[in-house]
């Protein structure tokens, strides 16, 4: 649809065509209500990088910082694989996705303008998100216990609550990234 075509120009989406817009919410209870609101970060991320290609997915488009809306999903793959698979699941044998030892800021360092690293990117983030539901989903309660790197222990809600103010804040840095890069801004 085009711009000039659009009921409410000034929004990101019709209201009509929001796929965080369900309507009445849907939650009856706790675990519900967190899951929610993290599909409605999860999913403002994946709007705000919508229709762009390569080079404007990896453009620092705030210097001096190296943040790009490539290097957020990169970041917030490697942000769900620590939390759920590392930490809620107990798999210690893989790596965080997107960071080395040599290089820890290579989620946003490494995001460059080249489709497959695009790609790499989602396909991590979507892997990431997939185990991250399912852990969610399966969990005896929001009690269970997770083993952080320190070894110290948090529940489930922790990670849920910890993950939704992730996401929010890096919501913020999309609408400002996206902004920069092509003048769209968000709802």
Request: charged fraction near 30%; glycine fraction near 6%; hydrophobic fraction near 35%.
């Amino acid at each position: 649809m085009a711009e000039s075509d659009r009921n409410n120009p000034d929004l990101w989406l019709e209201p009509e065509d929001d796929p965080r817009d369900t309507g009445e919410p849907t939650a009856t209870d706790e675990r519900g209500l967190l899951l929610e609101y993290l599909r409605h970060y999860r999913l403002t991320l994946e709007l705000k990088c919508q229709g762009l290609d390569a080079e404007q997915l990896a453009r620092r488009s705030v210097p001096p910082s190296t943040m790009s809306l490539l290097g957020l999903v990169r970041h917030l793959a490697g942000v769900e694989w620590y939390w759920f698979r590392f930490t809620m699941a107990g798999e210690r044998d893989g790596e965080r996705p997107f960071r080395t030892a040599e290089d820890r800021d290579l989620d946003f360092n490494g995001a460059v303008a080249d489709p497959s690293v695009v790609q790499e990117a989602f396909d991590a983030w979507h892997r990431e998100v997939a185990f991250a539901e399912r852990v969610a989903a399966d969990a005896e309660s929001l009690d269970v216990l997770g083993t952080m790197r320190d070894g110290n222990t948090l529940q489930l809600r922790e990670v849920l609550v910890h993950l939704i103010e992730e996401y929010a804040r890096h919501a913020g840095h999309a609408d400002l990234l996206r902004e920069c890069v092509d003048g769209r801004t968000g709802q």
